[in-house]
């Protein structure tokens, strides 16, 4: 007995004498388990959590004093959309300043696959960013990262709609036996290059001209690899519940886990179905389906434009939809379409209270710059014009590529749904900055706000949510969906993946009339054990890693 004692004296101290690259001392430890908080010291060493417990006699080059700090996991954006602007700014201010450490991105249409033509009919895009699409594949645009360096880790599913494009173009019809069994290979070519999954974003054409049927196969090939299946559903309005069974059923017949995308109930015809939805999502778990969700909590969505003007109106891509809009003919049909009720497709026109709940942000086009901050109704007093009028103007003026944020949901609903256990938190935003390029553009301060916002709005002023479910939500539990099993907990032996911040003082800042402001209260952030932000500053450096999926093969 005496023998064993001394044996766990002597391995004590010699734990407490360790010398660490980092050790950040006094803090409150929330290991994202969703337990409480408890004191100890964090040693990090190469990069990863080398001990966690009372350290009095260790060393090491870098000492942070976290006194009073609440010590986590770094935050997982379940969906960040920054799988180009990390290309112009890859140190990603507006997410590190949330305590973001990792996100996946690829919402239906990927980094890669790419060929000519895709980069042809987006080229419009590429101009805006000033980016040189100099990839192909996914294995090659990871190349770039790594190449250039990342601020945090970056992680993508391989989209539905960009194996399409690749195989079909931009038209509406189903893919023929032998070019189903090509997108079936692409699938099977990214799920290698890393990709964590097959993704969907079915609003926005070409997607929704894929069937089920279409769905289930790259699904299902995605599973073959250990992928899941994350997808913005056919529908968020009027048609949710037929969007849900579609999606339970092509996790059930791929087999296949399922992420749905920014859960909502979008418009005022389904304020209140959020219970609906929920009991619907409880049930398909209840028999077996993995399915869960993640929410940026936010009463307006963020989206193209172009999403106003229903599908049909998309056959063939952006060049054909502004010759549609164009035409006199054609041009009236979308507006009868538009003001027509349906649930064939997810009308936003009627969804909400009228075109002052519709806000201008992004555009590329240099004339049309002073529209972004307006709202249409605004918008379209200046140029004396109709609202529908305005709309389609705008798109032909800004080659379709204009974002909007559209407020159409009802806060009850909002905050349902991030109190259920399986929803965690997305950004559903690419990251950004104040300054240069991407400081230009009016985004929705979701990009810059989600995360702190929870914690001032929904833990700390509302209680809706314990301070240790939130950052379970921020971090365990989208590494458990996403199988990150060296990311998301504070233990020995993870990836220094660390936010150190005073949960009584993380706030918000960015707003609906100025987004371009950064989070406040983020003192520390480490990726992979390296500070990017150190005594609430910047550090500029670009630990991040490029993660890959389990089906990589390298």
Not at 6 to 33: K, P
Not at 380 to 399: G, M, T, V, W, Y
Not at 429 to 435: A, K, M, R, V
């Amino acid at each position: 007995m005496l023998a064993a004692l001394l044996l766990a004296c002597v391995a004590r101290t010699a734990m407490a004498a360790q010398s660490f690259d980092v050790l950040i001392r006094n803090g409150h430890v929330m290991d994202g388990t969703g337990s409480p908080w408890y004191s100890a010291d964090v040693g990090i060493r190469d990069g990863r959590i080398a001990a966690i417990g009372r350290l009095p006699g260790a060393t090491a080059k870098t000492v942070i004093d976290a006194q009073n700090q609440l010590i986590t996991p770094g935050f997982i954006d379940m969906l960040g959309q920054s799988e180009m602007t990390i290309l112009v700014e890859p140190r990603l201010p507006s997410k590190i300043f949330q305590g973001i450490t990792t996100e996946i991105t690829g919402e239906g249409a990927s980094a890669a696959p790419l060929n000519d033509r895709i980069i042809a009919a987006d080229r419009v895009s590429y101009e805006h960013l000033k980016i040189t699409p100099d990839w192909r594949t996914l294995a090659q645009y990871y190349k770039r990262l790594e190449h250039q360096g990342i601020g945090i880790n970056l992680a993508s599913y391989v989209g539905a709609t960009s194996v399409r494009r690749m195989v079909i173009g931009d038209d509406n019809r189903a893919p023929t036996a032998a070019e189903l069994q090509k997108m079936r290979q692409l699938v099977a070519e990214a799920m290698r290059d890393g990709a964590f999954g097959l993704s969907t974003a079915l609003q926005y054409a070409p997607a929704p001209y894929a069937t089920t049927e279409e769905l289930i196969a790259l699904a299902a090939e995605a599973g073959r690899f250990g992928g899941i299946y994350a997808s913005h559903m056919r529908s968020e309005q009027t048609g949710i519940m037929q969007a849900l069974d579609e999606t339970i059923r092509i996790g059930r017949e791929a087999r296949v886990p399922v992420e749905i995308w920014h859960l909502k109930t979008a418009g005022k015809p389904m304020w209140g179905k959020m219970k609906d939805v929920i009991a619907k999502i409880e049930s398909a778990r209840a028999s077996g389906v993995d399915i869960t969700a993640d929410t940026y909590a936010y009463t307006a969505w963020f989206n193209s434009f172009s999403a106003f003007v229903p599908p049909w109106a998309h056959d063939g891509g952006d060049a054909k939809l502004i010759e549609r809009m164009k035409d006199p003919v054609t041009r009236a049909r979308i507006r009868k379409d538009m003001t027509t009720p349906t649930t064939e497709w997810d009308n936003e026109w009627l969804a909400i209270p009228g075109p002052e709940a519709i806000l201008l942000c992004v555009v590329q086009n240099p004339k049309l710059h002073a529209l972004q901050g307006k709202t249409l109704a605004q918008a379209a007093a200046l140029r004396h014009q109709d609202p529908i009028d305005a709309l389609l103007d705008i798109l032909i003026e800004d080659k379709a590529y204009t974002e909007v944020a559209v407020f159409g949901m009802d806060e009850p609903d909002v905050t349902l749904a991030l109190q259920q256990p399986w929803v965690s938190i997305d950004n559903d935003s690419e990251g950004t900055s104040p300054t240069g390029l991407l400081g230009e553009e009016h985004p929705h301060p979701r990009a810059y706000a989600t995360f702190p916002r929870i914690l001032r709005k929904y833990v700390r002023d509302e209680h809706k949510l314990t301070l240790q479910d939130a950052i379970r939500k921020f971090t365990a539990l989208p590494a458990q969906k996403l199988g990150l099993t060296d990311r998301g907990v504070l233990k020995a032996g993870m990836w220094a993946d660390i936010a150190v911040f005073d949960p009584a003082k993380i706030h918000d800042v960015a707003t609906f009339e100025q987004p371009n402001q950064l989070s406040v209260g983020m003192q520390y952030v480490l990726v992979n054990g390296v500070p990017v932000i150190a005594g609430g500053k910047a550090t500029n450096q670009l630990p991040g890693k490029v993660l890959r999926g389990p089906g990589y093969a390298p």
